[in-house]
């Protein structure tokens, strides 16, 4: 059996520099890598099998289509594999939140079906279908911090920072990525600015979080009281929402602010990792 982690992805710093003629828009942003998330199990077997399980596994089962099934079926077409195989996907992260959950899984379940058959996981082939199945899925395919442009698929790996304490809060609330990129007030504000990835992140934005708060307003209460905590380096908004995250000087002030968070907000998502 090959075991593989689909670790959280959150993004740094995310960048809206136009809008293109194919409909998507031109971003810069900075991924990071945590060391907790989903993981993917995949054995040969007599027959092709797919099940979930984990506290989010119910819920992504009622979507019906899945990048995981579909990244298993692909890879099938490009390498010539016949062999038939059982994946279980342990659903720890919630569902189109953010923080690259289904993405992760995907980029998964391709480097355990590479594992799998003695394919280098860095074989271009595997790119190219990581980028077919989303704009996410390259940078979590590499799974290293690294600046994305483009879609995000467009990747140049950065010195990346391990054991940096990390909290992700979900508030519970969906928020649709095509609204809120819709809502994007198309203003560019300019590039991520260069330096260490901390730095740059600090001095970065979410270019996405303003229309999200107005969706989900309780996305602006997740990150102002994870800003108004002590030791905080930096608290924003991953992605399209509506996962939050907060950077720690220490692991007691990630302790502590979850503490808080979860006495005052017990229905809300917490997960306390490090970057990876």
């Given at each position: ?52 399980s984990?506290?989010?596994g ?14 298993a ?53 595997l ?28 990747l ?38 260069t ?11 979410n ?37 939050c ?14 503490n ?17």
């Amino acid at each position: 059996m090959i075991v593989e982690l689909a670790p959280a992805k959150i993004n740094l710093a995310l960048h809206v520099r136009h809008r293109r003629a194919d409909g998507y828009h031109e971003l810069e942003t900075l991924f990071a890598f945590l060391r907790d998330g989903d993981v993917i199990r995949i054995e040969p077997s007599a027959e092709a099998v797919f099940t979930l399980s984990g506290p989010f596994g119910a819920a992504l089962s009622a979507e019906g289509d899945n990048l995981v099934t579909r990244a298993a079926d692909r890879f099938a077409e490009v390498f010539g594999t016949s062999r038939a195989v059982r994946i279980d996907l342990e659903k720890h992260l919630p569902i189109a939140s953010g923080i690259g959950g289904g993405s992760a899984d995907a980029a998964a379940a391709l480097r355990a079906l590479a594992r799998l058959n003695d394919i280098a996981v860095d074989d271009l082939r595997l790119f190219n279908i990581a980028e077919a199945l989303g704009a996410d899925v390259p940078a979590c395919l590499l799974g290293k911090s690294a600046l994305g442009e483009g879609k995000g698929e467009r990747l140049r790996p950065v010195e990346g920072v391990t054991d940096v304490p990390v909290l992700l809060v979900n508030p519970g609330v969906a928020v649709s990525t095509a609204s809120v990129f819709r809502g994007w007030d198309q203003i560019d504000r300019g590039p991520i600015p260069t330096g260490s990835l901390i730095a740059s992140a600090v001095a970065g934005r979410n270019d996405l979080e303003p229309t999200a708060r107005l969706i989900a307003p309780v996305i602006g209460d997740v990150v102002n009281i994870l800003a108004a905590a002590p030791d905080v380096l930096l608290a924003r908004m991953s992605g399209s929402g509506a996962t939050c995250f907060a950077l720690y000087a220490s692991e007691q002030a990630r302790k502590d602010a979850a503490n808080a968070i979860r006495a005052a907000h017990a229905d809300w998502w917490c997960l306390e990792s490090t970057l990876g």
